[in-house]
């Protein structure tokens, strides 16, 4: 069936052809046709002289208004998302080995617009854009087919949804979630809140860091900075940490931290503040840690936002490192696609100094194996951590 043509132009045509899978509204030729084509209904992606390229998805209230899906003739219907999700699926079963992790990873799992986090027998799903607004019959029954959930959480409060003029909420699709939702990795078991919880509940990108850490505190002392739930904290005691403590402004978030210690018969102190405060205070009690982490949210949310942003994540750096004791290690990880890792190890580099250490890289991190990188979509890759020996 033929689809409304979307003809781009030729500085263009090259990059879609070689995998670029964002079109940007300005790479569009205006044309009447496009006036009436409903927001993410899929289309044909033509050349400037009208030569077929792919199919994908357009929404003209988007700066992205065309979103490739595949190059060549496709049916995207359920079989072409099962497929897809068949994939990515084979990839998490051989590298995890247990069902929590990040199912599709949008872009990086050629599934533009779309999220999918496994919580055993429950499924969260982000749809970001119009086109996956449009297709999630397809897509529902796909995951249908392929992993049978219990339940499905439609999570689509994020920011992404606005940029692309839609509502925000938050609904159950399938079956019941009442209450947290328990997941297990790296051996230690957790709490997810789904319906409430920040993102879709929980961070897998963060489970290769986790682990890197727990494999280096065993009779250290450990501050986690911004700890949310003790993602790091708790598996840090697990793993034998002499002492565990978790900081975070939100009183919820601390209790789920005690509740997920005791699940794993562990201990760890939570301390509630803003982390700036609490961190200049324990400085000024002369507090230093082995291992100190520092996980903050994104500072850096639009381009605007670079310059405030990297002094921000300096700051961090510098408070966090300074309650390091002399050769310990340091932590740290920026979660916006905007902050590049160069400008953002400089400026963690900028704060540790200002610490008074000569710090090294022992070891630049990114998300794991369930968040793949589309290899010609650079902002893909918005997880960056480095880990510095405090010197």
């Known amino acids: 069936m033929s689809?409304?043509?979307v003809r781009i132009k030729k500085t263009c045509e090259e990059a879609v052809r070689g995998g670029m899978p964002w079109i940007y509204a300005g790479d569009i030729i205006e044309s009447s046709e496009l006036l009436g084509v409903p927001a993410g209904a899929l289309v044909d992606i033509e050349s400037a002289r009208g030569q077929f390229i792919g199919v994908g998805?357009?929404?003209?209230?988007?700066?992205?208004a065309c979103r490739v899906l595949a190059l060549g003739k496709a049916v995207v219907d359920a079989e072409w998302f099962a497929q897809r999700l068949r994939r990515a699926l084979t990839i998490r079963e051989?590298?995890?080995?247990?069902?929590?992790?990040?199912?599709?990873?949008?872009e990086g799992d050629f599934l533009p617009g779309l999220l999918l986090d496994r919580f055993g027998d429950v499924l969260v799903a982000q749809s970001g854009t119009a086109g996956m607004d449009r297709l999630m019959p397809a897509w529902l029954e796909a995951v249908e087919a392929v992993i049978g959930p219990r339940a499905i959480v439609l999570r689509n409060d994020t920011g992404a949804r606005l940029r692309e003029g839609?509502?925000?909420g938050v609904s159950i699709l399938k079956g019941e979630v009442s209450?947290?939702?328990?997941?297990e990795e790296n051996g230690c078991t957790y709490f997810a809140d789904v319906l409430k919880g920040q993102k879709t509940g929980w961070f897998f990108d963060q489970r290769?860091?986790?682990?890197l850490i727990a494999g280096l505190c065993k009779g250290k002392s450990v501050m986690d900075i911004y700890s949310h739930s003790g993602g790091f904290g708790v598996l840090a005691a697990k793993a034998g940490a002499a002492q565990a403590v978790c900081v975070d402004s939100s009183k919820l978030a601390l209790e789920l931290a005690g509740?997920?210690?005791?699940r794993n018969a562990v201990a760890v102190e939570c301390v509630q503040g803003d982390a700036f405060a609490v961190m200049e205070r324990l400085a000024a009690e002369g507090k230093r840690y082995d291992i100190v982490l520092a996980d903050p949210p994104a500072f850096v949310k639009s381009k605007k936002d670079i310059a405030a942003g990297m002094r921000g994540y300096e700051k961090v750096a510098r408070l966090a490192a300074g309650l390091c004791k002399p050769g310990g290690l340091f932590f740290t990880a920026s979660c916006s696609h905007y902050a590049s890792r160069g400008a953002f190890s400089n400026a963690v580099m900028a704060g540790a100094k200002k610490a008074g250490f000569s710090p090294r890289i022992v070891q630049q991190t990114s998300a794991g194996i369930d968040h793949p990188l589309h290899p010609r979509l650079p902002q893909n890759e918005y997880l960056k951590g480095v880990l510095l020996?405090?010197?």
């Open 208 to 211: 290769d860091n986790r682990a």
């Open 259 to 262: 509740r997920t210690a005791e």
């Open 179 to 183: 209450g947290l939702v328990e997941l």
């Open 3 to 5: 689809l409304c043509p």
């Open 166 to 168: 839609l509502a925000q």
């Open 57 to 64: 998805y357009y929404n003209a209230a988007s700066q992205i």
């Open 94 to 106: 051989k590298a995890i080995g247990v069902p929590f992790y990040r199912l599709a990873h949008s």
């Open 389 to 391: 020996k405090m010197d």
